[in-house]
């Protein structure tokens, strides 16, 4: 009589090709999380030293994203067994934490709103940027990548009044505009270059805010790339660093500075004396506007001068352009 045959034997089959299976794809799985934690690692320390090699300040603007990777790759190696490769990711985290971490924190102000901005790129006169303006209620609109076709739709805006346009067919193009029932004035406003020998013609405006007037200016650097695109980048905000330096005045400097405000360019905006209006209220990524935020970067800012409180800070929706809108409202600081 054959003997019974039980029913664990297929099982028991299986579990040598089980081993041999995880033998195999274990390794590979550590192998991939450590190779990813030493590039990640490496990253984040070229990071502190941006000022070396073009490649490294552009590498530079990915700290955010870094910190989630090697936060998904402590977890994992932890999981996998691989305690000390886990403590290295999470040393490389907090380096990024220490960086990041006061945009995060340390937020709040008792001042009262009394200036509020909107800074929006239409991407060359996207329509749907214009129907984003009808339901907007910020006292001073800036504009740019504005053309002469979309500049001529601005009259038809109820809420807005064109104070002054330079449009042109590239994507130096810009404009401003202020709420017809806005309580301020506008005191004068003008086109500025900086430096002066820089083709892209930027806007500026003396505003008078309750009893202060303020000088207020739309941004837009060149976007890096490249030995010669970079060190131009960096060249141009040096020279507003010194042009807000030698400014006798308030200042409030809003738009796309293709820059993070952790990036070595703008450190020395705030050597300057400017304040990161993002410093407390997160960092909220504007570019590319179509990405989820994980993967987007900060790169349109909003920086004052000491006697501006930031109230209130938050990116738009993506509206169709490659850049999210950036709302700030502002208050002023008690003089003590």
Same mark, same amino acid.
């Given at each position: 009589?054959?003997?019974a045959?039980?029913g664990?034997?297929?099982?028991?089959?299986?579990?040598?090709?089980?081993?041999r299976?995880?033998?195999?794809a274990?390794?590979? %799985?550590?192998?991939?999380l450590?190779?990813a934690?030493?590039?990640?690692?490496?990253?984040?320390?070229?990071g502190?030293r941006?000022?070396w090699?073009?490649?490294?300040?552009?590498l530079e603007?990915?700290?955010?994203?870094?910190?989630?990777?090697?936060?998904?790759m402590?977890a994992?190696?932890?999981?996998i067994r691989?305690?000390?490769?886990?403590?290295g990711?999470?040393?490389?985290?907090?380096?990024n934490l220490?960086?990041?971490?006061?945009?995060?924190?340390?937020?709040g102000?008792s001042?009262e709103?009394?200036?509020?901005?909107?800074?929006?790129?239409?991407?060359?006169?996207?329509?749907?940027?214009?129907?984003?303006?009808?339901?907007?209620t910020e006292?001073?609109?800036?504009?740019?990548e504005?053309?002469?076709d979309?500049?001529?739709l601005?009259?038809e805006l109820?809420e807005y009044?064109?104070?002054?346009?330079?449009?042109?067919?590239d994507?130096?193009?810009?404009a401003?505009?202020?709420?017809?029932?806005?309580a301020?004035?506008?005191?004068?406003?003008?086109?500025?270059?900086?430096?002066?020998?820089a083709?892209?013609?930027l806007?500026?405006a003396?505003?008078?805010v309750?009893?202060?007037?303020?000088?207020?200016?739309?941004?837009?650097?060149?976007?890096?790339?490249?030995?010669?695109?970079t060190?131009?980048h960096s060249n141009e905000l040096?020279?507003?660093?010194?042009w807000?330096?030698a400014?006798d005045g308030?200042?409030?400097?809003?738009g796309?500075f293709?820059?993070?405000?952790?990036?070595?360019? %703008?450190?020395?905006?705030e050597?300057?004396?400017?304040?990161?209006?993002?410093?407390?209220?997160g960092?909220q990524?504007?570019w590319?506007?179509?990405?989820?935020?994980?993967?987007?970067?900060?790169?349109?800012?909003?920086?004052h001068?000491?006697?501006?409180?930031?109230?209130?800070?938050?990116?738009?929706?993506?509206?169709?352009?490659?850049h999210?809108?950036l709302?700030v409202?502002?208050?002023?600081?008690?003089?003590?």
């Amino acid at each position: 009589m054959p003997p019974a045959v039980t029913g664990d034997r297929p099982s028991k089959r299986r579990e040598p090709r089980r081993r041999r299976i995880a033998g195999i794809a274990l390794p590979a %799985i550590a192998g991939g999380l450590i190779a990813a934690t030493v590039l990640a690692t490496a990253n984040t320390v070229a990071g502190y030293r941006s000022g070396w090699w073009w490649p490294l300040l552009l590498l530079e603007h990915l700290r955010i994203q870094l910190l989630w990777l090697l936060l998904l790759m402590v977890a994992g190696l932890w999981l996998i067994r691989r305690r000390w490769w886990a403590v290295g990711a999470l040393g490389a985290l907090l380096l990024n934490l220490i960086v990041l971490g006061p945009y995060w924190f340390g937020g709040g102000s008792s001042s009262e709103t009394t200036l509020t901005l909107l800074h929006l790129n239409t991407d060359r006169g996207r329509r749907s940027t214009l129907a984003y303006l009808e339901d907007r209620t910020e006292d001073v609109v800036f504009l740019q990548e504005v053309t002469p076709d979309f500049a001529n739709l601005l009259d038809e805006l109820d809420e807005y009044q064109l104070v002054i346009a330079r449009p042109r067919d590239d994507t130096r193009g810009s404009a401003m505009l202020v709420r017809r029932d806005w309580a301020g004035e506008v005191v004068t406003s003008e086109v500025m270059h900086i430096p002066d020998s820089a083709e892209r013609p930027l806007l500026s405006a003396d505003l008078m805010v309750g009893d202060r007037l303020v000088t207020v200016i739309s941004y837009h650097a060149i976007r890096p790339g490249g030995s010669t695109r970079t060190r131009y980048h960096s060249n141009e905000l040096n020279h507003l660093a010194s042009w807000v330096e030698a400014h006798d005045g308030e200042v409030i400097v809003i738009g796309d500075f293709n820059a993070t405000p952790w990036s070595n360019p %703008i450190r020395g905006l705030e050597a300057a004396g400017l304040v990161l209006s993002n410093r407390g209220h997160g960092l909220q990524g504007t570019w590319p506007a179509d990405q989820p935020g994980v993967l987007r970067i900060p790169i349109d800012l909003c920086l004052h001068t000491t006697g501006w409180e930031t109230v209130a800070y938050s990116i738009g929706p993506a509206i169709g352009g490659d850049h999210r809108p950036l709302h700030v409202g502002l208050g002023h600081r008690p003089i003590p």
